[in-house]
């Protein structure tokens, strides 16, 4: 027999998993089609090319917000990232591209919505983009594209060549049909790429909605604002470190996000978490070694905490009567 108050919080936790899983899956199937569009009208090599030649400054802002629309996963934006370095693109333009890409994309913007509203969701968008393009702007003046690995990667029919970041590097690829479909045709196969990805995807999205009622229905609101409250002056830095180690997927992350922003962890502590743990999760970092020394894997992590953190704290003080 189930005492009293854990049935009151299972059936609680049960209620919100039913919630939730009601808000996500049409908002994470739009989502999903969204980036379908995406994909089929700005292919990898469309990218690169468009961002080849691009300088510091414009080239950064264009790279970022290339980053937020073409919501590549981790597995193919190690491919893209390569291609954009192999093909002379400078390395702090290529890093705004990579630090916008996890953090600021349709599946996340969509989600946010859905979950936080308006007023969050622009404030992160607005506030995320312009930290990438700064993080991009700043490590192109390091001078660390000696730290970039001679590599070669196949991906997608396209074989993919870096000579250590510079701009000797080359990138070619297959022949494709895409550029002569129909625009129906490519609506029809972002619909049905839609559809795919989310049973794909399905599981971790059922993970994160299960872990994030179980963190609203059992877990006490006092605990939580004990270790994340707004009392920890920690809590925020602390949060952008600790997204990493469970973080899978950014579908799976922000039911979790959600049910500690209900929970009363600070807004902005809940976006730390966020970040961190979608730019400097461990198959990500994984991925990147196979591109990066380890010095300049460490700048990229350092980076992507720096960011969290920074509109973590932009959220809980400048933008907390605002939203």
Same mark, same amino acid.
Request: net charge neutral.
């Given at each position: 027999?189930?005492p009293?108050?854990?049935?009151t919080?299972?059936?609680?936790?049960?209620?919100?998993? &039913?919630?939730?899983?009601l808000?996500?899956?049409?908002?994470?199937?739009?989502?999903?089609?969204?980036?379908?569009?995406?994909?089929?009208? +700005?292919?990898?090599e469309?990218?690169?090319?468009?961002?080849?030649?691009?300088?510091?400054g414009?080239? %950064?802002?264009?790279?970022?917000?290339?980053?937020?629309?073409?919501?590549?996963c981790?597995?193919?934006?190690?491919?893209v990232?390569?291609?954009?370095?192999?093909? /002379?693109?400078?390395?702090? +333009?290529? #890093?705004?591209?990579?630090?916008?890409?996890?953090?600021v994309n349709?599946?996340?913007?969509?989600?946010? #919505?859905?979950?936080?509203? =308006?007023?969050?969701?622009?404030?992160?968008?607005?506030?995320?983009?312009s930290?990438?393009?700064?993080?991009?702007?700043v490590? /192109?003046?390091?001078?660390?594209?000696?730290?970039?690995?001679?590599?070669?990667? =196949?991906?997608g029919?396209?074989?993919? !060549?870096?000579?250590?970041?510079?701009?000797?590097g080359?990138?070619?690829?297959?022949?494709? !049909?895409?550029?002569?479909?129909s625009?129906?045709?490519?609506?029809?196969?972002?619909?049905?790429?839609a559809?795919s990805? #989310?049973?794909?995807? +399905?599981?971790?999205?059922?993970?994160?909605?299960?872990?994030?009622?179980?963190?609203?229905?059992?877990?006490?609101?006092?605990?939580?604002?004990?270790?994340a409250?707004?009392? %920890?002056?920690?809590?925020?830095?602390?949060?952008?470190?600790?997204?990493?180690?469970?973080?899978v $997927?950014? $579908?799976?992350?922000?039911?979790?996000a959600?049910?500690?922003?209900?929970?009363?962890?600070?807004?902005?502590?809940?976006?730390?978490?966020?970040?961190? /743990?979608?730019?400097?999760?461990?198959p990500?970092?994984?991925?990147?070694?196979?591109?990066?020394?380890?010095? +300049?894997?460490? &700048?990229?992590?350092? !980076?992507?905490? !720096?960011?969290g953190? =920074?509109v973590?704290?932009?959220?809980?003080?400048?933008?907390?009567?605002?939203?």
């Amino acid at each position: 027999m189930i005492p009293a108050g854990y049935e009151t919080a299972l059936v609680d936790s049960a209620e919100y998993f &039913v919630h939730l899983a009601l808000v996500l899956a049409p908002l994470f199937v739009g989502a999903s089609f969204l980036v379908g569009l995406a994909q089929e009208y +700005l292919p990898p090599e469309r990218v690169e090319a468009m961002l080849r030649s691009r300088d510091h400054g414009s080239g %950064n802002v264009l790279a970022a917000g290339l980053g937020a629309v073409t919501p590549f996963c981790s597995c193919s934006t190690v491919p893209v990232l390569a291609g954009l370095l192999g093909a /002379g693109a400078p390395l702090g +333009l290529a #890093f705004s591209f990579l630090l916008a890409s996890p953090i600021v994309n349709w599946i996340a913007v969509v989600l946010l #919505f859905g979950l936080f509203g =308006t007023g969050v969701t622009v404030a992160y968008v607005v506030t995320a983009l312009s930290a990438a393009i700064v993080g991009g702007i700043v490590i /192109g003046t390091l001078n660390l594209e000696n730290y970039v690995k001679d590599v070669r990667i =196949t991906a997608g029919g396209r074989e993919i !060549t870096t000579d250590g970041g510079t701009a000797t590097g080359s990138a070619s690829c297959a022949c494709s !049909t895409s550029a002569t479909r129909s625009h129906r045709e490519r609506v029809t196969e972002a619909g049905r790429g839609a559809l795919s990805f #989310f049973r794909d995807t +399905l599981p971790y999205i059922v993970v994160g909605i299960a872990i994030g009622a179980l963190i609203h229905g059992a877990v006490p609101a006092t605990f939580l604002q004990q270790i994340a409250g707004p009392s %920890n002056p920690l809590a925020t830095p602390m949060a952008a470190l600790a997204g990493a180690p469970i973080y899978v $997927s950014i $579908s799976g992350m922000l039911p979790i996000a959600h049910s500690l922003a209900e929970q009363g962890i600070p807004i902005g502590t809940v976006i730390a978490f966020v970040i961190g /743990g979608a730019g400097i999760s461990i198959p990500n970092l994984i991925l990147l070694n196979k591109l990066f020394e380890r010095r +300049l894997l460490v &700048v990229y992590a350092g !980076t992507v905490v !720096t960011i969290g953190i =920074t509109v973590g704290v932009l959220f809980n003080t400048v933008l907390a009567g605002l939203l």
